[in-house]
């Protein structure tokens, strides 16, 4: 099992560009979620889902878009790149709503 | 609102030394889920433990031990004789019952180990 895997490991953004950070799992995880992560501030949730075609925001969503059209892959989109959202994101999938969340190994964006 | 506060912005120890990290939450509910997760420095997250609201009993695995007071809302992180491979950036965090999946996590601890 490849578990939770991101890409791309690093990105730089001009302000105003779009991308999309990619997630998928092989573990059959009905939960997903992606968190960013500052300096000070712990993980911050932005968004999550709890199965294919259900999607919620989480504590920072602005300035992000996600979907669930599969089980296995939970894309975040940035619509319009701002310096404020240079940060360290990761993607993660549980198996239960409580159980332990398996993180990917995270995705360096930095938006000029 | 729920809160997870970790008031050990860094901890540097000596080999060998005990430390503990400290984990206070805030919640009203009253049937929530408590982690810790490490990072180390190359910077994935690693799940040590999962405990409920329901179980107090505390836990050992090997020279980790954890600490769970619902009176005065801890979840304490004990590394007996530590080690240089246990520096690390340690979280604490928190989920609800009815709010599954939504981890609020503290700010973290940065643990130093030197030799």
């Known amino acids: 099992n490849a578990g939770v895997t991101q890409t791309p490991k690093f990105q730089v953004l001009k302000t105003g560009q779009s991308m999309t950070l990619q997630c998928a799992q092989d573990?059959?995880?009905?939960?997903m979620s992606w968190y960013r992560q500052d300096p000070g501030m712990g993980l911050r949730l932005i968004h999550y889902?709890?199965?294919?075609?259900?999607?919620d925001q989480g504590e920072v969503p602005n300035g992000y878009n996600v979907s669930r059209s599969t089980t296995e892959d939970f894309p975040l989109r940035l619509l319009s790149a701002a310096p404020s959202q240079t940060s360290v994101y990761f993607c993660?999938?549980?198996?239960?709503?409580?159980?332990?969340?398996?993180f990917g190994p995270g995705t360096r964006l930095t938006v000029l | 609102a729920q809160k997870v506060t970790q008031a050990q912005t860094e901890i540097s120890v000596v080999e060998k030394e005990d430390v503990t990290l400290v984990c206070v939450y805030e919640?009203?509910?009253?049937?929530?889920?408590l982690f810790w997760y490490k990072q180390p420095p190359s910077g994935e997250l690693v799940f040590l433990i999962r405990?409920?609201?329901?179980?107090?009993q505390n836990e050992i695995s090997g020279r980790y031990s954890w600490n769970f007071q619902k009176s005065t809302s801890s979840f304490n992180f004990t590394i007996t004789a530590s080690q240089v491979v246990d520096s690390a950036v340690y979280f604490c965090a928190l989920t609800l019952y009815n709010q599954g999946g939504k981890l609020i996590f503290g700010q973290g601890t940065e643990l130093s180990v030197k030799p």
């Open positions: 993660a999938s549980s198996p239960d709503l409580v159980d332990e969340q398996f």
């Open positions: 405990r409920n609201s329901f179980d107090e």
């Open positions: 573990m059959n995880h009905e939960y």
């Open positions: 919640t009203r509910d009253t049937t929530y889920y």
């Open positions: 889902s709890v199965g294919a075609g259900i999607t």
